[in-house]
């Protein structure tokens, strides 16, 4: 009784409430607002291929976007940029760091120069496609680690294919690197120099380009069917997938 009486001593006879200003909204409705200000906190990292034959303004589009001189164009002088004469395709990559009203961005640029520059051209995005395949390798790696806080996302985010103008049809350079890398990255075709066609020309090529990127871009191929009245340019256009 003595020790059990001494216990209870010890107790205060009521326990004080502090009441606390909250200073934001509590709640898991808040967490994405949350997550976006960590994430600006952090930064972010962008990669962005660019392919296309040399001479359609790869680099001067991507400059002109992000209003910065990241990726060499034609008239940087050869012995800044590295360029000697190949007869591969390159893979050149081109990191920037850019803020723009507090939010910070690694981008990396890469470009391959010597794509579609050569009279045998089957074989031109093998190293494309290896670059990509290898990014991808190196970040499932980094994720299989136990220790995965300091992790860079090198992976290709988004790739930009350039198409030359011609206004009549894709090449079967445009259609063998759509068909292969259209499942394995974001690919993203951009009629280049478009201001030197015509509307009409412009919506044309635009269909051209949407069937054989839709054709190309899913995993299942199932055969395209525009019912009856299936036009003669369509049947034309994917006589050229097969």
Do not use: W
């Not at 502090?18 to 607002?33: A, R």
């Not at 990241?70 to 390159?90: C, F, G, H, W």
């Not at 893979?91 to 760091?97: H, L, R």
């Amino acid at each position: 009784m003595l020790a059990s009486g001494v216990r209870h001593s010890c107790l205060p006879d009521q326990i004080p409430v502090q009441k606390k200003k909250l200073n934001g909204t509590v709640g898991f409705h808040f967490l994405p607002n949350q997550v976006h200000r960590k994430s600006v906190k952090k930064g972010f990292h962008f990669t962005a291929m660019i392919v296309g034959e040399s001479g359609l303004g790869k680099s001067t589009l991507i400059n002109t976007l992000f209003n910065a001189p990241i990726a060499p164009t034609r008239d940087t002088p050869k012995e800044a940029t590295n360029a000697d004469a190949s007869k591969a395709v390159e893979i050149n990559a081109f990191t920037a760091d850019l803020e723009e009203n507090g939010v910070r961005l690694r981008l990396t640029v890469i470009d391959t120069p010597g794509f579609g520059d050569f009279i045998n051209n089957t074989e031109a995005h093998k190293p494309i496609l290896k670059s990509i395949e290898e990014r991808y390798e190196q970040y499932l790696e980094q994720e299989s680690r136990v220790g995965r806080k300091n992790i860079v996302d090198n992976r290709v985010h988004a790739c930009i294919y350039f198409i030359a103008p011609t206004g009549h049809s894709l090449k079967h350079l445009d259609v063998a690197f759509m068909k292969e890398l259209g499942t394995k990255v974001n690919l993203i075709p951009v009629i280049a120099k478009s201001d030197i066609l015509t509307e009409n020309e412009v919506a044309e090529f635009k269909e051209r380009v949407d069937i054989i990127f839709g054709y190309f871009s899913t995993t299942h191929h199932h055969p395209l069917d525009f019912g009856r009245h299936q036009s003669k340019q369509h049947s034309n256009i994917l006589s050229i997938c097969a």
